[in-house]
C-alpha cells in the first residue's frame, strides 16, 4: 500500500491482507463487524479467533509424607544432586518422563519440566518408588496426589498486535520496550500473566488447570482484538 493512497485503495488494500491472513490460518482467523470498501460496499473486517496453544512446563506439588535421608540418596542414586550449604533440599534429574523433582527431607517434592498433569503423576510415582529405599516410613498406599501449582504455556494469535496502543488503552499492562520487546498483560480471573508480543506470540503464566489457560487466552483475544491486524507472512 503507498503513502497516500485514496480511501478506497487502503480499504481494498486491507481486503487483500485480511483474505490471505484467512487463507493461511482458517482456524485463527475470522470476519466480524463491517466497515467501507471499494465502490461504497461492505466488507467485513479481521479480528482475531481461538488462539492455539501447548504447554511448555508445569509445576507441581507433593507431599509423600516420608521422612528422608538426603546424604544417602545423593550417594546411591544416580542424577541425584545435594549440595545443604546452598540449597536445603536435593535436586532429582529424571530422564523419562523429562522432569526435575526437589526433594525435601520431610518428604516434600517439587516436580517442574512436565508437560502434562498425566506426567507430573509418572514423575511422582517413579520418585517415591525410588524414594522408599531411604525412609524408615511407611509409603501411603494408592497414587500420590500433587497439587499444580502454576502453568506456562506458549500461544500465537496469528495476527500483529499494536503494542503501543494496547499498552496506551488497556488497563493492567506494562509495556517498556527500551528493556523488553514484550507487553505484560494481567488477568484477575482467571489470575494469570500474559507476555504479548508484536507477532502475535504469547507466553501465559499463572495458571493452575488447562482450562483456566483456555480461558485466559480466550479472554485476552477478545481484549487485544481492537488492536490487532493481519500479520504479513514475508516470502522466502
Not at 497516500?4 to 485463527?28: D, E, T, V, W
Not at 499498552?167 to 498483560?185: H, L, S, W
Request: charged share 25%.
Amino acid at each position: 500500500m503507498t503513502k497516500g493512497a485514496s480511501p478506497p485503495a487502503r480499504c481494498a488494500s486491507m481486503n487483500r491482507l485480511a483474505k490471505a491472513a484467512l487463507k493461511r490460518f482458517p482456524s485463527q482467523c475470522l470476519y466480524i463487524d463491517e466497515f467501507p470498501s471499494r465502490g461504497g460496499k461492505m466488507a467485513k473486517k479481521f479480528t482475531i479467533g481461538k488462539p492455539t496453544y501447548s504447554i511448555v512446563n508445569m509445576v507441581a506439588s507433593a507431599n509423600l509424607e516420608l521422612d528422608l535421608d538426603l546424604y544417602s540418596i545423593a550417594y546411591k542414586v544416580h542424577d541425584v544432586e545435594y549440595e545443604p550449604e546452598q540449597f536445603p533440599g536435593a535436586i532429582f534429574k529424571m530422564k523419562e518422563p523429562k522432569s526435575s523433582l526437589l526433594l525435601f527431607k520431610n518428604g516434600k517434592i517439587i516436580c517442574t519440566g512436565c508437560r502434562s498433569e498425566k506426567e507430573v503423576l509418572a514423575a511422582i510415582e517413579k520418585t517415591q518408588k525410588m524414594l522408599i529405599n531411604f525412609t524408615k516410613s511407611k509409603a501411603k498406599k494408592g497414587k500420590p496426589s500433587f497439587t499444580v501449582e502454576n502453568i506456562v504455556a506458549s500461544a500465537s494469535m496469528n495476527v500483529e498486535l499494536d503494542l503501543y496502543s494496547i499498552a496506551y488503552k488497556v488497563k493492567n499492562v506494562e509495556y517498556e520496550p527500551e528493556q523488553f520487546p514484550g507487553a505484560i498483560f494481567k488477568l484477575k480471573e482467571p489470575k494469570s500473566s500474559l507476555l504479548l508480543f508484536k507477532n502475535g506470540k504469547i507466553i501465559c503464566t499463572g495458571c493452575k488447570s488447562e482450562k483456566d489457560v483456555e480461558r485466559a487466552l480466550d479472554q485476552t483475544a477478545k481484549i487485544m482484538a481492537p488492536y490487532a491486524s493481519p500479520l504479513v507472512v514475508k516470502k522466502p
